[in-house]
């Protein structure tokens, strides 16, 4: 009989100047779901509190880069915001992953759910959204390498 033991869950964040979209894997570390859309400047505490309640093994950070491969402009605001992270919560790990493409593919996987137009419109729906895409692609790119 297989046995999967749980662990802590991971958390992705797909940070943005003036809010950023947060998912969590189960604890299984399977399947990603869309956990909030936060005002960035409350994010560390929304983690803070979110880690007093659940375990944590690990932070995913969206890593901005340009089509060229080149860090985008907002790369200064997400490294501040992953110092302070770090700092408030030492004890978890954080790792950046590409999240080029991330709101693009939100905006089709509303489109392919059929969401109404106006429901699309919500920048904290795709922000969300964006975070369960890079939770997702981590978790698949993690997928065939053991831990």
Do not use: C, W
Request: glycine content about 6%; cysteine-free.
């Amino acid at each position: 009989m297989l046995y999967l033991r749980p662990m802590g869950r991971i958390v992705s964040i797909d940070y943005g100047q003036k809010r950023s979209g947060v998912a969590v894997t189960d604890t299984l570390q399977l399947i990603a779901n869309g956990l909030a859309t936060v005002p960035s400047g409350e994010l560390v505490t929304f983690l803070s509190g979110y880690v007093s309640r659940e375990p944590v093994e690990l932070f995913v950070v969206g890593l901005p880069k340009q089509m060229n491969n080149e860090l985008s402009e907002s790369m200064t605001y997400i490294e501040a915001f992953v110092t302070h992270l770090k700092r408030t919560l030492p004890d978890i790990p954080v790792q950046y992953y590409d999240e080029r493409f991330t709101s693009v593919l939100a905006h089709k996987a509303m489109l392919d759910g059929g969401l109404k137009k106006k429901r699309r419109r919500e920048k904290a729906l795709v922000d969300e959204i964006s975070a369960v895409i890079i939770l997702q692609a981590y978790l698949e790119s993690t997928k065939y390498h053991t831990k």
